[in-house]
């Protein structure tokens, strides 16, 4: 019965006896009480929601939906105490423990216990293969593994590391590269050409792929300089979860369940010595990842494990119910010449679109009242654009809105449209906090 109650909540129905005032355009802020729109930079209700209770609708076409932030809320009302899921428990402020012991991956033993458990449900991971380490979220474990790869893969008078990873890629991928140097000649530089058959060359292997959703196998051979980031590599996602046996497999509680602002991520690493490194790294620079979180991050993947696997099942039939509208509303701007592709054969939590080459997909969603995200930050052409499908109900049903209408426009219009588009302004709207890993 738990089961069918939320498969009706996310179907979109309101879950019966809600007390969140804010909901279905938007949320409760715990913190303030407040409603928001599920990011602290964003507004106080979803796209195009305001007023009291966020019960007041801009119908206005001029009213962008914001489809830009990757954020993750399918399971929102998963969690909820009625669904039975239990609160994290609250540390009292009279009780304390040392630093956290970063030099042995800093996680807490319970955490270590359902982080394992939830992978051998998943079959995602070898859970005892390598050692388990615990981050500020996928990002910091990805950073501490490159400056262990520079600490251990870098020989002096030698070049330096060449990272990379095919196109396109997550957006942040070359930014982390700089952020983990360790100050010598041989530190790794991005180079998204390198030679995946060079001795120096490094892999960043999205797989399932963000942003195209797309799983993948890596090109570099020697497994020590291929880092997985398995963050997608979920049972709520289109393809099944694939254990590729990577030395390094990293994964995080955003991408896992939605918990993106808990900051909790973690890896297995089979080398001692990248693992010892990292950790230096969690160490001399943030110094572990705070008991609270880990906390959370414990009680939700218990509430995971308790279900046998059909949480993640639950939230796959939403995502495939999103996906079924898509291909039953693309057809027509593929028809017109609109868009000549998306990544339908991979139903991922992310459409990526291409148009023709002349034209500017970013901009195209612009004039549909679309606000996506630009394929070049994602190493792509400007005919390509990056829409989230994991948002809210409430977000998903204007984005869908807005692209049957513009599937359904005659072509000529669309253009004289886009060519309205004031370009430069939407991609201010779109900073670089808003990618999430």
């Given at each position: 019965k738990?089961?069918?109650?939320s498969?009706?909540?996310l179907?979109?129905?309101?879950?019966?006896?809600?007390?969140?005032p804010?909901?279905?355009?938007?949320e409760t802020n715990?913190?303030t009480?407040?409603?928001?729109g599920?990011g602290?930079?964003?507004?106080?209700?979803?796209?195009?929601?305001?007023?009291?209770?966020?019960?007041?609708?801009?119908?206005?076409?001029?009213?962008?939906?914001?489809?830009?932030?990757?954020?993750?809320?399918l399971w929102?009302?998963?969690?909820?105490p009625d669904n039975?899921f239990?609160?994290a428990?609250?540390?009292?402020?009279?009780?304390g423990?040392p630093y956290q012991?970063?030099?042995?991956?800093?996680?807490v033993?319970?955490?270590d216990q359902?982080i394992?458990?939830?992978h051998?449900?998943?079959?995602?991971?070898?859970?005892?293969a390598?050692?388990?380490?615990?981050?500020?979220?996928?990002?910091?474990?990805?950073?501490?593994?490159?400056?262990?790869?520079?600490q251990?893969?870098?020989?002096?008078?030698a070049?330096?590391?060449?990272?990379?990873?095919?196109?396109?890629?997550?957006?942040?991928?070359?930014?982390?590269?700089p952020?983990?140097?360790i100050?010598?000649?041989?530190d790794?530089?991005?180079?998204a050409?390198?030679?995946p058959?060079?001795?120096?060359?490094?892999?960043?292997l999205?797989s399932p792929?963000?942003?195209?959703?797309?799983p993948?196998?890596?090109l570099v051979k020697?497994?020590?300089?291929?880092?997985?980031?398995h963050?997608?590599?979920w049972?709520w996602?289109?393809?099944?979860?694939?254990?590729?046996d990577?030395?390094?497999?990293?994964?995080?509680?955003?991408?896992a369940?939605?918990?993106c602002?808990?900051r909790?991520g973690?890896?297995?690493v089979?080398?001692?010595?990248i693992?010892?490194a990292?950790?230096?790294?969690?160490?001399?620079?943030v110094?572990?990842?705070?008991v609270?979180?880990q906390?959370?991050a414990h009680?939700?993947?218990?509430?995971?494990?308790a279900?046998?696997?059909?949480?993640?099942g639950?939230g796959?039939?939403?995502?495939?119910?999103r996906?079924d509208?898509?291909?039953?509303?693309?057809?027509?701007?593929?028809a017109?010449?609109?868009?000549?592709s998306y990544?339908k054969e991979?139903?991922?939590p992310l459409?990526?679109l291409?148009?023709?080459?002349?034209?500017?997909?970013?901009?195209i969603l612009?004039?549909?009242?679309?606000?996506?995200?630009?394929g070049?930050?994602?190493?792509?052409q400007?005919y390509?654009?990056?829409?989230?499908l994991?948002?809210?109900?409430?977000?998903w049903?204007?984005?869908?809105?807005?692209l049957?209408?513009?599937?359904?426009?005659p072509?000529?219009?669309?253009?004289?449209a886009?060519?309205?588009?004031?370009?430069?302004?939407?991609?201010?709207r779109?900073?670089?906090?808003?990618?999430?890993?």
């Amino acid at each position: 019965k738990m089961l069918l109650a939320s498969l009706v909540v996310l179907a979109g129905v309101a879950r019966a006896g809600a007390t969140d005032p804010c909901q279905p355009h938007g949320e409760t802020n715990v913190l303030t009480g407040e409603c928001w729109g599920g990011g602290g930079y964003g507004p106080p209700c979803f796209s195009c929601f305001s007023g009291p209770n966020c019960s007041v609708f801009n119908a206005s076409d001029a009213c962008l939906v914001d489809a830009s932030r990757n954020s993750f809320l399918l399971w929102q009302d998963l969690f909820e105490p009625d669904n039975g899921f239990p609160e994290a428990p609250a540390l009292p402020s009279s009780w304390g423990m040392p630093y956290q012991a970063a030099d042995i991956g800093g996680v807490v033993p319970p955490l270590d216990q359902s982080i394992r458990a939830v992978h051998r449900l998943e079959g995602n991971v070898d859970p005892d293969a390598g050692q388990l380490m615990v981050c500020a979220g996928a990002r910091g474990c990805a950073l501490s593994v490159l400056y262990a790869m520079n600490q251990v893969y870098g020989v002096a008078g030698a070049a330096p590391l060449q990272v990379f990873s095919r196109a396109p890629y997550f957006a942040l991928y070359p930014v982390w590269v700089p952020l983990a140097s360790i100050g010598r000649s041989t530190d790794a530089v991005w180079n998204a050409s390198a030679d995946p058959g060079a001795p120096t060359s490094v892999e960043i292997l999205g797989s399932p792929n963000n942003p195209d959703g797309e799983p993948l196998t890596p090109l570099v051979k020697n497994k020590s300089l291929v880092l997985c980031d398995h963050v997608y590599n979920w049972g709520w996602n289109h393809h099944t979860p694939a254990n590729l046996d990577c030395d390094v497999s990293i994964f995080s509680l955003s991408k896992a369940t939605g918990h993106c602002s808990s900051r909790v991520g973690w890896a297995f690493v089979k080398d001692p010595r990248i693992f010892a490194a990292a950790a230096e790294y969690q160490k001399f620079t943030v110094g572990g990842v705070s008991v609270e979180a880990q906390a959370r991050a414990h009680t939700v993947l218990q509430r995971v494990v308790a279900t046998n696997g059909s949480f993640f099942g639950l939230g796959r039939a939403v995502l495939e119910a999103r996906w079924d509208q898509l291909d039953a509303a693309l057809p027509g701007c593929l028809a017109s010449n609109i868009f000549v592709s998306y990544n339908k054969e991979h139903r991922g939590p992310l459409l990526w679109l291409t148009a023709p080459s002349s034209k500017d997909a970013f901009a195209i969603l612009g004039a549909a009242g679309i606000l996506g995200e630009e394929g070049v930050n994602f190493g792509g052409q400007t005919y390509n654009a990056r829409v989230n499908l994991c948002g809210s109900m409430s977000g998903w049903n204007l984005v869908m809105q807005r692209l049957q209408k513009l599937c359904a426009t005659p072509s000529e219009r669309v253009w004289a449209a886009v060519s309205r588009v004031d370009a430069a302004s939407l991609r201010g709207r779109v900073p670089l906090s808003h990618f999430a890993a």
